[in-house]
């Protein structure tokens, strides 16, 4: 087995030394009625490579790739392009094969690549501080409702109807066990929602999300306003961090906490995970946070270093009484984010977001024009909500027999409800082909339904 | 709280310092050990190390929010992204270096084939939210992946939702308490939970709203069950339990501490992140376990990338398998369904976003598949073999906590240094100067001053003699009076001890703008 460097007379020579005549010796605190005599039934045996990569490889065959096809598909997950450089630096093994960096003198760099990746998550979100990464935007949702709590002493939460209801799910989830109250607004998928009048002396927080589930963008200066005035936190959910790059950010508004999803930057689709939660919060509320914290310092001879820090909030120090249970999180994805954002810098972000936003208005535009089909958003980044005169599900599919993956059915979101509204994203991947074979399609799915 | 303003020392010192009176170069470098100074303070204004195309002239529509003036990011060229990270990632020690026995994190070899099989367009480039007539590949990998730990672990049910272990944990335990509500039992209030668990452990019991009641260790390491049995009532929801223990030690009494958590209708929560020792040998539902997260990030040699991303399936008994969140995947008439909603069903509600971590299960199929049903069987074996040989060479010269055999680590404490000045840290620090990676310190809390050696079975012999003489040699010197060596250590590596305590007490956890830092110093 390729992997397993011990010879037979390694095996033998190591048992002497032990004093065990076999390694079923060792294995003697085991109930023997639990000890299996030999290799597991029902399981193949050891493949060799080639075996293995034709196997995976057939399987993964089977599925479309977004990027085979032209593909608009947003709703909490984006298809940018990553850099070449992005994906080579995070495969060097000393990257990719070290653990967390508990002994700081040789993980120097995993915790200088942190202590950037939380500047430039403060930085896009216009906050004072980030965290080392959570597992995800979802996650990160959960963990700012659970952190205002703490602040506040309260127990209600108000969940804007903006919010993705994966977020949404994650968090009353969450609200369920633990026992807090989570109010979780109707969707609104013409933008109109009034959370201000909610927000009363027992709310720890509101949750908005900009720009939200349907593609709306808004100034929540307001709201972050009327939450101060009552006691409660603002937290504001960002599902595309690129449009970090070009609306005012969270930071502007008033946000108390931003909790975001960071795929956007470096990472791959890959069916949903492994993703980067981001999570940003006012200085004074750094103590409160969950996960992992890294800071500056100097080491020995009085030299710039970094370490793990403020750890008294973990759970390995402060085991039940912890900020969170979080211990691994997604460090990899974070560094993968952070090269991204490096590549791309001041000038390459905003042109990033000003294309990408470029784009949507004019997919926008083209669909709005297909008979039939109705535009339900005013402002929008690189995504918005169009209205069809039938059932959405079906109209993918068959644009998927097309293959043009044309945006995700809102009542994949929502089941059973709202299944005329199409979501749809449009980013820099997206070609001018791309845009009118999504549109030529759409016209001719429509055609015969439409009433004259 | 307020930032740290008074400014440290640049990373690199300008040449017309002179020569540095750390390194005695006068660019701070030491050969291949080259400073690297912060990304922010590479900037030149508009250098980009992305090309893009012009952006077409439309007429924006952002509703009511303005554009914002500026992110504050700086700009670099690809090379000099390339050179910055290449560099930081020198400072790095990892598993593809060296030895790194971090005991309870199972850090084997992480093979690049995995890596290749996850980068496949048909996984890496699926969306989560397309049709699922289009990711029938991407839905029966998980459905392969589901059944292998099914078959490893003898239970009915698996979620691959959690991110983690400490995700799996959440989940495991919200469906105990899913199941007790079920029944209308909402009397439980409590978790057991032995002293030498991790941490996640008694933080998820709390997360989850429940009290944690710590149960006592025997004096041979394990569970004392009659002190658990005198706990056991019908105020307790469940036992969190890790098995192998995190002393290294098989729980003898597995069966009995099973029999009379159920006996007091709770349930039995393995933390499976010992799993390694026992995975292809030892089937978790035959030692009466009702629920266990499995790390694929340890067990199944998916990368730790430096802190995650990780994944932390829970695989479940007949008793609580209805309790699983959603999504999962199911058999339909037209091939693979997937389950996204929890309707009226008994699932218990959503951990993440999408499906899972899709990139660690197809990292960790893989690894399954290239070991196969004998191959697991072998890897645990070493995996054991490794640990005992580490104990067995190492005994007489440090103190083991308890007697063996031990599982896949094996657990020292620090009698062996009493009265010699030099500490447990010192010792790991030491380490370092050799070559290696330290092992687990300070945990479990059970035994004073704890090392925690987990070689894991893609460990030589050759290397582990290098590793075992290196620590006979510093033991002994320790043992010798010379402590100021080791509290002195690591000498060797790109910054020497770091003060933690400055680093608390003042927290600088962001870089900041020097015109900034000097705005707010003036202040
Ligand atoms: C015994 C034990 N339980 C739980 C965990 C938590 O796992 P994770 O870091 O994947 O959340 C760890 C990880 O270090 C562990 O060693």
Redesign the pocket.
Known sequence: MRYLPLTEADRQSMLEAIRAETVDVLFRDVPEAARLAGPIGGLPNHMGELEVERLLGAMAAKNLPAGAVPSFLGAGAYRHHVPATVDHLVQRGEFLTAY?PYQPEVSQGTLQVLFEFQTQVALLTGMDVANASMYDGATSCAEAVMMANRITRRKKAILSGGLHPHYRDVTTTDARFIGFEAVAMPPAPTGGEDLLALVDDKTACVVVQNPDVFGHVRDHSDLAAACQAKGALLVVVVTEALSLGLLTPPGDMGADIVAAEGQSFGNALNFGGPYVGLFAVKDKYVRQMPGRLCGETVDADGRRGFVLTLSTREQHIRREKATS????NSGLCALAFSIHVSLLGEAGITRLAQLNHAKAVQMADRLAAVPGVELLNDGFFNEFTVKLPKPAAAVVEDLAKRRILGGVPVSRLYPGEMEDLLLVAVTETNTEADMDAFAAALTEILGAEVPA | MSMNNQGRPSAIPAASAGFDGVTGTVTGNRGLQIEEPLIFEQDSAGRTGVDLPEVPKVASRLGAVKPRAGVGLPGLAEPQVVRHYTRLSQKNYAIDSGFYPL???TMKHNPRLNEKMARLPGFSDVHPLQPVSTVQGALELMDQLAYWLKTLTGMAAVTLAP???????MCGIMAIRAAHEARGDKARTKILVPES?????PATAAACGYAVDAIPATADGRVDLEALKAKLGPDVAGLML?NPN?CGLFERDIIAIAEAVHAAGAYFYC?G??FNAIVGRVRPADLGIDVM?I?L??TFSTPHGGG?P?S?PVVFADSLAPYIPVPYVTHGTDGFALVENAGDGPAFGRMKAFHGQMGMFVRALSYMLSHGADGLWQASSDAVLNANYVMARLQDVMTASFEGPCMHECLFDDRFLKGTGVTTLDMAKALIDEGFHPMTMY?PLVVHGALLIEPTETESKASLDQFVDALRALAERAKSGDAAYFQAAPRLTPRRRLDETAAARKPVLRWTPPVAKEAVAAE
Request: net charge negative; aromatic share 4%.
């Open positions: 967390t249970n979080i211990c691994t | 005991g309870s994190c991110a983690a272990g400490a995700h799996g944990e668990a991790h941490g996640t452990n890790t995190t933390d992140a010992n997260h790390n990030h340890k995650g990780g932390g945990f």
